[in-house]
């Protein structure tokens, strides 16, 4: 009987059992795909297979896809936070600046040009994934 996984289960198919030792974070993706194609090309050649086993790797799949995806909602969290605080510095940065530097002199300043990339990089990530109906 398979069982279903949620975020915060792990599996993994070693040796023919399932293995619950590891968390999910720590999935071995390029194993579990070796994994899945054989078993696909078993079942493919008609070669009798352990009773389950297919069904504990598609578990340990949609664990390690659940695993992953938690990740790359808390790295875009992450990311967005990162962009809002270099617009936060770059504006506190030009107050402080403003008094002695013109605009052009400012938005020149290697440092201020390096966070104004990095806003500009991250806004265009986060357009990129929207348009591809990510976070």
């Known amino acids: 009987m398979s069982k ?3 975020a915060g289960d792990s599996t993994s198919l ?3 059992t399932l293995n619950t030792s590891h968390s999910p974070t720590e999935i071995d993706i390029a194993a579990l795909v070796a994994d899945l194609t ?3 090309a078993m079942i493919n050649m008609g070669e009798k297979i352990a009773w389950g086993s297919e069904t504990a790797l598609m578990d340990q799949a949609a664990a390690a896809l659940i695993a992953q995806d938690a990740e790359l909602r808390r790295l875009r969290e992450a990311l967005a936070e990162a962009k809002e605080t270099l617009v936060e510095v770059k504006r506190e ?3 402080n600046a403003s008094g002695h530097w013109t605009l052009s002199d400012f938005l020149n300043w290697a440092i201020v040009q390096r966070i104004t990339a990095a806003i500009s990089a991250a806004r265009a990530d986060a357009t990129e994934a929207a348009a591809k109906g990510g976070a």
């Open 93 to 95: 940065m030009w107050r």
């Open 4 to 6: 279903a996984l949620s």
């Open 38 to 40: 054989t078993k696909s």
């Open 14 to 16: 070693v040796g023919g």
